[in-house]
């Protein structure tokens, strides 16, 4: 059995984020999550937080392993980041997406409405997200068996 995994990389921007800060712009950062089964997510990743700006560029990659043949559903969460503490609690949520890493591989170029829940979009907030590349190609075909060698002698 084969067991196909690349290290892929992944390239994020928004347009129209909701603006929640007074007197400016919101200072989004975004925010990478796999789902790991019984409704947890699980970390994977940040950009950096782009200051002042409702359509941000990220130049931070992400990176991500893709198994292939494997279903891998991803959220992309956007916050707007106020203060220095590393949790996400006391930041404003501006909207998140999913989608599977594989129809970003396949798409080459994903956009994405923002939701604030199931049914709500964040305005008219979008999160575009692109596949670089591909680094680190590994394939490992694992075939196990064993022979056995008897040999008769006489006298």
């Known amino acids: 059995m084969a067991h196909c995994v690349t290290l892929v990389q992944l390239s994020i921007s928004c347009d ?18 796999q789902d790991v089964g019984g409704s947890s997510w699980a970390e994977l990743g940040r950009t950096e937080r782009v200051r002042n700006c409702s359509n941000p560029e990220f130049s931070k990659t992400l990176q991500i ?25 006391d930041d404003d949520f501006l909207g998140a997406a999913e989608c599977s ?23 008219r907030g979008t999160i575009t997200l692109e596949f670089i590349s591909s680094c680190h190609f590994l394939c490992l075909l694992v075939n196990c068996f064993s022979v056995v060698y008897s040999q008769a002698v006489y006298h």
């Not at 129209?16 to 999550?33: A, N, R």
């Not at 392993?65 to 609690?89: A, M």
């Open 65 to 89: 392993e893709y198994h292939f043949e494997t279903v891998q559903k991803l959220r992309f969460g956007i916050y707007d980041i106020d203060n220095k503490t590393p949790g996400l609690g």
């Open 16 to 33: 129209h984020l909701i603006d929640k800060d007074i007197g400016s712009k919101s200072d989004p950062l975004c925010v990478l999550l």
């Open 101 to 123: 890493l594989g129809q970003i591989v396949s798409s080459r170029v994903l956009t994405l409405p923002l939701m604030l829940k199931p049914g709500k979009p964040a305005g």
